[in-house]
């Protein structure tokens, strides 16, 4: 038996982004099935040797599937990257995906990872190299639900600290950070650029990725 070729990464158009408003949850999962899904899945396939390359892991791509929705629909769409060929959700990872107004590539923890005490403790006390090793541009959100965040270059010292303390103690808290690209930048559309893009925004923040290993 012959396998199929990796799909190529060919980039993101206005197509994708309203795939995120079409309105009810079968339009738009029927939207984000048909058009943005194919690409998470290219991205997926395209990054995961880089990602085990900058991590020493295995990495494995998985691709939101929104199963368990049964009402609203999905208002962003992603995929992530873990060393577990079974899920994601438990282990600090990569993930890129689109609100309908922007792309994000960024590092994130959620409330089902055991190493999110870790990670508070750590990121704690090297609030001054965390400062340091993150863009002045790059965004930082507790909330995965929300399309905004805080810009880091904004946040005081004790606003970043805030950040990390509620990780640590907030049992249903969460903590990403990484870039917004807007709709519309030109970098989209270029499938290369933007998986060189990416590659060069996940080796900024391993540090925060290998701060959260346990």
Not at 70 to 83: F, G, K, L, Q
Request: glycine share 8%; hydrophobic share 40%; charged share 20%.
């Amino acid at each position: 038996m012959t396998l199929a070729a990796p799909s190529v990464f060919t980039g993101l158009t206005d197509e994708d982004f309203n795939a995120m408003s079409v309105p009810g949850l079968e339009g738009r999962m029927e939207a984000i099935i048909g058009t943005v899904r194919p690409k998470l899945h290219a991205l997926g396939d395209a990054l995961a040797p880089v990602l085990a390359g900058l991590t020493g892991e295995n990495t494995y791509p998985h691709v939101a599937k929104h199963a368990r929705r049964s009402v609203n629909p999905p208002d962003d769409t992603w995929v992530a990257w873990s060393p577990s060929a079974r899920g994601y959700k438990a282990f600090p990872h990569y993930q890129i995906g689109l609100w309908s107004t922007h792309l994000f590539i960024q590092f994130a923890i959620i409330y089902e990872c055991p190493n999110k005490t870790i990670f508070a403790e750590r990121a704690a006390r090297e609030l001054a190299s965390i400062r340091e090793a993150v863009p002045p541009h790059y965004v930082w959100s507790k909330d995965h639900m929300v399309p905004t965040g805080s810009v880091h270059g904004d946040l005081s010292d004790d606003e970043l600290a805030a950040l990390f303390q509620r990780l640590g103690s907030v049992k249903a808290s969460e903590l990403t950070c990484g870039v917004h690209i807007r709709r519309g930048d030109p970098l989209l559309e270029n499938g290369d650029a933007l998986l060189r893009k990416a590659e060069s925004v996940f080796a900024t923040l391993l540090p925060l990725y290998k701060m959260a290993q346990a």
